[in-house]
């Protein structure tokens, strides 16, 4: 029998990451003794900061293996609540915070109840892929508007204004964003949080790379308003991306129906994720940190001018996360014949466009930046070599 008689319809709406054929065939280069420079891997090339690590190890000899309340410990939610008012001087109540499988996990039960069959939800394109085939697999529709460099990349007031709809159930952006790395101004968070609460919508800000701005220091959008919904995660600026722990911070009254689904969706989150996680906010764990922060800038500030001279477009420079989102249509308009006649020629990994969507995709590719220094110098040298000739 195939496929097509087996499998529920929504699935043709959730598409592969066009990436992981360039992954295969960089490590097929690999094992044949190519060197390969991964410039598409989207977590930290760090490992997980040694405090947590050891918080996790000692959870482990402590048997702390079963499964914990579904919103997690009391202990850790605590815990992110003071980080709140630590870092962003934000009260925000533990029973707020519902400790989930990865922003993943948060996004999945932020969406899950809130999407009716056929609802549509705006987001951006290009933006993260995985948000629009969550709203499909809650047969909701995704909207999304195409944003531009000049606009850095998030949506304007008048754009949203245009693709209202009366089936409009909420907005979803991120800040700093995948694959741009811009952020969304107070300003503009501002305007937009007005609009979506006069229409009695739903504003969810992804806040994931939150920790990895440059130049600025980190926002989050719950200073604007309590009731915005916040996605985040220990994954990225933490370094803790196979721990698989996220949060998600909503408003009381939606408490009661994210709690049952935690509850049926995951049970609990990861037990020893949790446990490691405590030690994340200590100072010991804030110096590693921020010492990879600034890391990340010098990264940031190697490659943006270098990929410039290489005839790459970057109009915006990305303010955060770890990602370069380039006009490669001097050289292809094909980005995914690019990334990987690049990937053959050259030995450079990155991602084609086509992943983030289909506005200009074609044109654009990603580089994230979560390789050392001398190998994005390579990585330089060799686009510099193969794409002169
Ligand atoms: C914007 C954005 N949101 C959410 C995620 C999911 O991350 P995780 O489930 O590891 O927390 C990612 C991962 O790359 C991302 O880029």
Redesign the pocket.
Known sequence: MSEHNILAARMKSIQPFHVMDILARARQLASSGRSIIHMEV??PDFTTPSPIIEAGLQALKDGQTKYTPACGIPELRERIAEWYWQAFQVKVAAERIIVT?????A?QLALGVLVNPQDEIILTDPG?P??RHFVSLFEGKPISLPVTAEQNYQPSLNQLQQAWSERTRAVLL?SP??PTGTLLSTELTQQLYQYITQQHSTFIV?E??QGLTYGQEPQTALSIADDIWI?N????YFGM?GW?L?WLIAPEYALDALTRLAQNLFLSPPTIAQYAALAAFKQETLDITEERRFEFAKRRDFLLPALRELGFGVQTAPQGAFYIYADAGRFSDNSHELSLRLLEQAGVAFTPGIDFGEYAAKTHVRFAYTTNLPELEQAVERLHKHLRS
Not at 233 to 236: A, G, T
């Open positions: 989207g977590e499988p990865g922003a993943s996990g996004l993260y995985c948000n991120a964003a995948n992804d994931i790379y996605v995660s220990f994954s990225k991306t698989r996220g």
